[in-house]
């Protein structure tokens, strides 16, 4: 059977998840989504975060999955270019709101 752990410690890690979460998805609020990828598509998707050297970016349906996918390197190449970062790929998050 294995020790307890002291609830500091499981706290301590914790916070640096959420911490590093946080970081994370805050270089989305510096990027402007509608200059990327332009009006029609910004309508539909939203840049949401990172992962690593992944972008992630979440669609209302296909049809934006599609487009997004489709401009996949000029959008990589604007979102390195504005944020001086080298992001490899865009991890494309299919997700229907309902009504």
């Not at 944020?83 to 865009?90: A, L, M």
Request: hydrophobic share 40%; net charge neutral; charged share 35%.
């Amino acid at each position: 059977m294995s020790e307890p752990l002291h609830i500091s410690i499981i706290l301590k890690k914790i916070i640096g998840d959420l911490e590093r979460k946080i970081v994370e998805n805050s270089f989305a609020d510096n990027i402007d989504w509608n200059d990327i990828v332009g009006e029609d598509i910004a309508k539909g998707s939203k840049l949401i975060g990172r992962k690593g050297k992944k972008v992630l970016v979440k669609v209302k349906d296909t049809c934006y999955m599609f487009e997004i996918n489709r401009m996949k390197e000029d959008i990589l190449q604007k979102i390195n270019s504005r944020s001086g970062e080298e992001f490899k790929d865009i991890k494309i998050l299919l997700i229907m709101e309902e009504n």
